[in-house]
C-alpha cells in the first residue's frame, strides 16, 4: 500500500447517516487536515465537485465498531456508500480504516482547546476532527509499514 508516490491528495470520509466530516492531506500525505463537514445525501456531489478541482489518489473510509469488534449500527449504510463510492470514482482506490473512539477523541480535544459547550455541541465541528483523526491514524500506519 505505497499511496505515497502519488501527486494527489488523500480525502478521509466519516460516514454518518446524516451528515459526513471530511479530512485531506497535504500533497506530501504527512499531514491531516480538517476540511468540511457535509449533509451524507450531497456527499457524492461534493466528492466529485471536489475531485475536479483537486487530484485524489485515495479514499480512507472510516471503519465504525464497537468495543467487541463487532460492526456498528452505521454499518449498514456505510457499504452501500462504499459501492456507490467506487462506482463514481473507479480510479480512486477506497481503504477502510477503524474509528472507534474518534468521535470522543475529538469532543475531548475540543475541550482542552477550551471551546465553550455551545461549540462542542456543534456536530459539523465534532464530524471533520473525526475524520481528521482517522486520516492522520491511517497515514501514522502506512508511514509504520514503510520502515
Known amino acids: 500500500m505505497l499511496y505515497f508516490c502519488f501527486m494527489g491528495v ?3 470520509i466519516d460516514y454518518g447517516a446524516k451528515r459526513s466530516g471530511i479530512a485531506v492531506t497535504d500533497y506530501l500525505k504527512m499531514i491531516a487536515h480538517p ?4 449533509g ?10 471536489y475531485s475536479l478541482k483537486e487530484e485524489v489518489d485515495l479514499f480512507v473510509v472510516g471503519l ?9 449500527e452505521v454499518e449498514i ?12 470514482f473507479p480510479n480512486i482506490d477506497v481503504v477502510r480504516y477503524d474509528e472507534r473512539f474518534t468521535s470522543k477523541i475529538a469532543l475531548q ?3 482542552k482547546l477550551g471551546l465553550n459547550k455551545k461549540k462542542r455541541q456543534d456536530k ?5 476532527i473525526s475524520a481528521t483523526l482517522i486520516l ?3 497515514l501514522d500506519y502506512v508511514k509504520s509499514k514503510q520502515i
Open 10 to 12: 488523500v480525502l478521509a
Open 35 to 38: 476540511l468540511v463537514t457535509v
Open 40 to 49: 451524507t445525501p450531497e456527499l457524492v456531489e461534493f466528492l466529485k465537485n
Open 64 to 72: 465504525p465498531k464497537k468495543l467487541n469488534n463487532q460492526a456498528s
Open 77 to 88: 449504510l456505510i457499504k452501500p456508500f462504499i459501492i456507490i463510492l467506487k462506482r463514481n
Open 109 to 111: 480535544s475540543l475541550i
Open 124 to 128: 459539523t465541528l465534532v464530524d471533520k
Open 136 to 138: 492522520q491514524s491511517y
